[in-house]
């Protein structure tokens, strides 16, 4: 199976404009009375012509009485009905984007854009930081996963999806946002300025710790961050040393084939690396090691780090070593985003975000439910934050040195 665009948004396109033409065809028989709306009327799942009247019976509405009628167009009313639509299946990662948030999710995955620098999610009903990115205005503003996102400069957040909030912060560098945080252990929000920047989305560094330790620090699932890994693998293999800590704090993800590969490096061939479960839709996708297995009969010993940040692809790859016993888990529990999404084209400028599956770890336990528990709780208080102490990596560091 052909995995190269798989995101953990899982981003592959390709499916018709079903949607679009179902909304022309029905406004062209309602308004002008052609017979046939080019769809399958047979299909169940379409609304029928009693039940689509309320909709066609809101358009003149509003068209009859709204202020803003005159400044509405039929394809600022057919998106929004889109967008109405996706929201209706009850998923925050569902989202019709209209030609410029498309526009701007393609300019996400490419790895680069003009914001603040901040990974954001839906987590208990609330918007929530996901992570910041290393050195990102966020980042230096003094953003931390898990802050709650309750204001966007004036408008609440309570009723916004993650694309919408995400269309808000965002804005042209050197441009201010003012965002108000529920910081953790706070009950007093707080109000941050932040001033946009070009961010450019890090991926890898290395470092090495005293004991014959190497440290891989991987802050995001590139597209070449795959390549990335296996040249800090050569490093860490030729320097001679046995201990290895891969960081994956505030990692928020990306492809699924760089976490997949990298698994891969310590995992025999046929072992589970993931499945990606579809419920009833279809039969599942098992991800099996592709047997690199570089390590196999070395003395290894791996430590990966991991928080409330961690999510997506980072929880894959964690998860898969962690229940193959290839390393322990050390730091706080992961974030839980275990969906997948697939970006489908639905017309040249317009695209469609749907949640299509669920990660599952090679033990079966889904990601979306409770993330993954460290087998070594450690927390970073406020006060080793502020000390520059990193309680975390010592406890890495004393493990792998015993």
């Keep these: 199976m052909n995995t190269k665009n798989k995101y953990i948004l899982y981003a592959s396109i390709g499916l018709p404009a079903i949607i679009i033409g179902f909304f022309v065809g029905v406004y062209a028989n309602e308004k002008y009375g052609v017979s046939s709306m080019g769809t399958d009327l047979n299909n169940t799942s379409l609304a029928t012509s009693d039940q689509f009247s309320a909709f066609w ?3 003149k509405t509003l068209d009859n009485k709204s202020v803003y009628a005159a400044s509405t167009t039929p394809q600022d009313k057919v998106y929004g009905a889109i967008k109405g639509l996706a929201s209706s299946y009850g998923d925050p990662y569902t989202v019709f984007f209209p030609p410029d948030e498309s526009k701007m999710f393609q300019e996400d995955i490419s790895g680069n854009f003009e914001g603040v620098g901040m990974e954001i999610g839906i987590k208990d009903h609330q918007l929530v930081v996901v992570t910041p990115l290393k050195n990102s205005p966020a980042y230096k503003a003094g953003v931390k996963a898990g802050d709650i996102i309750l204001k966007i400069d004036n408008k609440e957040t309570s009723d916004l ?3 919408q909030a995400v269309k808000l912060i965002r804005g042209k560098a050197n441009t201010v946002v003012k965002i108000t945080f529920l910081k953790k252990d706070s009950s007093k929000p707080i109000e941050i300025s932040i001033t946009r920047a070009i961010i450019d989305i890090p991926t890898l560094e290395t470092d090495t710790k005293p004991g014959g330790i190497f440290v891989i620090r991987l802050f995001s699932f590139s597209n070449n961050s795959a390549n990335l890994f296996r040249n800090a693998l050569r490093q860490f293999v030729m320097s001679g040393d046995h201990k290895l800590i891969l960081d994956l704090r505030g990692n928020p993800g990306g492809y699924l084939d760089a976490a997949w590969d990298m698994a891969s490096w310590f995992l025999p061939s046929g072992n589970v690396v993931v499945t990606e479960d579809f419920g009833k839709n279809q039969s599942p996708n098992i991800f099996r090691s592709k047997g690199y297995d570089v390590f196999s ?5 791996m430590i990966i ?5 961690s999510a997506s692809a980072s929880e894959i790859l964690a998860g898969a070593l962690q229940e193959h016993n290839i390393a322990k888990l050390v730091g706080t529990k992961t974030f ?6 697939e970006l489908v084209s639905i017309t040249p400028d317009t695209s469609l975000k749907v949640t299509i599956a669920r990660w599952l770890t090679p033990q079966g336990h889904n990601l979306s439910h409770d ?5 070594y709780k450690v927390e970073i208080s406020d006060k080793d934050a502020e000390a520059k102490i990193d309680p975390q990596m010592e406890k890495a560091i004393q493990l792998l040195n015993q």
Excluded: F
Aim: hydrophobic fraction near 35%; glycine fraction near 18%.
């Design 371 to 375: 993330g993954l528990e460290p087998d």
């Design 336 to 341: 839980g985003k275990g969906s997948v999404q």
């Design 57 to 59: 019976e809101a358009w």
């Design 305 to 309: 780090l991991a928080d409330d940040g």
């Design 297 to 301: 009969g070395t003395n290894l010993h």
């Design 161 to 163: 999806a993650v694309d």
